[in-house]
């Protein structure tokens, strides 16, 4: 009996269930670059080169075990374009008594799988994804009839049912949560680390030269191309994460540094996300350096909670409420995208950077995404579908399932509270605390009006004053909305008619010189 094995590009991990049971003798593994995953948003240059780049590595590397790999080149003359119309010109070429996947991490995906049930005329087996911590179905029961999913109460669930950070029942160091610890601004005299980058070899370069003249008008730049695009370079990245960062990793977990995207985040999520690392090796590397003795309980106790907490959680939320979740609008946001978004051009110091940061890596790290671009997307009242769209562009990690979950419920809390006890609001002091962008910005988070005022100052009270019906009840804003209360009516429409003029005069609309979002 042959099987035909289809790989998507976000499965490159040797121990996926499509491989399982796998007869080198009479198997052949499918893996296949096409337009449409290229295109259903037009990625990142950079996203484009690490997924093919890592899809050509990972057949090298099964070809070197000896397993017959059919791969389909972007520039194949004969390349249909889609998944669909490859899997059904490999079953062609091949004639395969059944057809194996794993289920993807998109609805739309899915959707497409399923309709090859009836369309392929050969049995096809779709596999549950082993690579988390917790099923799709341990989700469910765990979410049950809940109305809100608490990201620390699941996690709380999983430390118990993993055993990690546990002691004799309770949580290691006797407390579930060191966030407080785990807020410190960046000193001024403390250089960043040196980060592990990887120079692209042939085959990388290859693809490089193949995205430069297939995509050259998506966003992005390619000069500073520096991710891994093996699993060998992926261990690597997590070596120098465990030894150089990890220690230093909950202290500065929330700091933000103009010209220093990285800090000691781990930059391990494009290399877990297209599966080149698993979440379990990647925590337990993180475990060993703790048991170690190399690593405070502060920053384990972070990293694990963003990885069996965030990561799993997000998933679950994900593959629970879609369809229908990317449609709710609790807030009722339909501002459209300022321009700076593709192009970093703004006065805002903030935005600016890690605009800039995002275009020249495709990577920003988690504070720069919630608090600043998010944030002010939050503020302005950007419709969901359109920013969310933005940040499935721009990062090299953005696959919908992990995108969508964090923009929409964490970012924008487009769900009314589902994931979000708030919103994640703030004004240019929270900013000016975190970060030294303040000092580089035209603006100062201290002035509260004419030219040099900070925009997020006015942003932020006009959208608690706008959104009073919807949020004022909420016991965690009940500070703000008790400031608010004591001013008069003529100062608040003051601070919404500047905050709409600033919003009003910023330009829309995606560059001409750019691909237009699908
Ligand atoms: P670290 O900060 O070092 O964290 C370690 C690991 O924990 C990450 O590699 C990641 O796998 C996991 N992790 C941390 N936070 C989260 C989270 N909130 N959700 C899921 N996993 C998490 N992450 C993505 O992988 N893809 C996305 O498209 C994505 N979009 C985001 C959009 C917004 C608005 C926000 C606020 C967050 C988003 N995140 C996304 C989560 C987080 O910002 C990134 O995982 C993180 O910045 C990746 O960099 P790192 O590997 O250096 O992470
Ligand atoms: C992101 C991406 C890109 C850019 N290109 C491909 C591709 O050519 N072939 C492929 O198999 N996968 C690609 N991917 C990843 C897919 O978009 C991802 O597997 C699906 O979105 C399911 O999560
Ligand atoms: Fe951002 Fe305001 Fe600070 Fe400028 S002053 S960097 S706009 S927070």
Not at 159 to 178: D, I, K, V, Y
Request: glycine share 8%; with cysteine.
């Amino acid at each position: 009996m042959s099987t035909l094995r289809f790989i998507l590009g976000d499965q490159l991990t040797r121990t996926i269930p499509t491989l399982d049971g796998l007869d080198p003798a009479e198997d052949t593994v499918l893996l296949v670059e096409v337009m449409e995953e290229a295109t259903y948003v037009p990625h990142h240059k950079q996203k484009i080169v690490l997924v093919l780049a890592a899809m050509r590595h990972f057949a090298q590397d099964l070809r070197a075990e000896g397993i017959r790999v059919d791969y389909v080149r972007l520039d194949d003359p004969e390349n249909t374009g889609s998944f669909t119309g490859e899997l059904e010109r490999a079953a062609r070429r091949h004639l395969p008594d059944a057809v194996v996947v794993t289920e993807p991490g998109e609805w739309r995906v899915l959707g497409a799988m399923e309709g090859w049930r009836t369309t392929l005329n050969v049995p096809i087996e779709i596999r549950p994804d082993t690579r988390f911590y917790c099923s799709r179905k341990d989700f469910a029961a765990w979410a049950g009839t809940r109305t809100h999913y608490r990201m620390e109460a699941f996690y709380r669930t999983l430390r118990a049912r993993t055993g990690l950070l546990m002691e004799g029942g309770e949580p290691a160091g006797g407390r579930w949560n060191f966030d407080a610890e785990n807020r410190k601004p960046w000193p001024a005299d403390r250089a960043p680390p040196q980060r592990l980058r990887f120079s692209p070899d042939a085959v990388t370069r290859a693809v490089i030269d193949l995205v430069a003249a297939r995509f050259p008008a998506h966003f992005g730049d390619l000069d500073d191309f520096g991710w891994g695009v093996t699993r060998a370079d992926a261990r690597a990245a997590l070596e120098d994460f465990a030894v150089h960062c990890l220690p230093s990793f909950g202290d500065y977990q929330d700091a933000m540094r103009a010209g220093a995207p990285f800090l000691y985040h781990a930059t391990l999520s494009p290399y877990l996300n297209a599966g080149l690392l698993t979440a379990r090796e990647v925590v337990d590397r993180a475990m060993a350096a703790y048991e170690a003795g190399t690593v405070p309980l502060n920053a384990i106790e972070g990293f694990v909670r963003q990885i069996l907490g965030w990561r799993e959680f997000v998933r679950g939320v994900y593959w629970r409420r879609m369809p229908g979740y990317a449609d709710t609008n609790a807030l009722n946001a339909t501002r459209a995208l300022p321009a700076f978004y593709w192009t970093g051009e703004t006065a805002m110091n903030c935005l600016r950077q890690a605009i800039a940061d995002t275009k020249r890596h495709a990577y920003a790290h988690h504070i720069n995404r919630l608090m600043i671009t998010g944030n002010f997307a939050l503020l302005a009242g950007i419709r969901p579908a359109e920013i969310e769209e933005w940040y499935l562009v721009v990062y090299a990690d953005a696959y919908e399932w992990v995108e969508l979950p964090n923009v929409h419920g964490m970012a924008l809390f487009a769900d009314g509270g589902l994931m979000a006890s708030k919103p994640y609001a703030a004004g240019g002091a929270y900013i000016d605390r975190m970060s030294d962008y303040c000092r580089g910005c035209a603006y100062s988070p201290k002035v509260k009006q004419g030219p040099r005022a900070c925009p997020f100052n006015d942003l932020y009270w006009a959208f608690l004053i706008r959104n009073g019906p919807t949020l004022a009840r909420n016991p965690r804003l009940a500070m703000p909305y008790r400031t608010l209360a004591a001013w008069d009516r003529d100062r608040k429409e003051a601070i919404v008619a500047r905050a709409d003029r600033f919003l009003d005069s910023l330009p829309t609309g995606y560059p001409a010189a750019m691909a237009p979002p699908a």
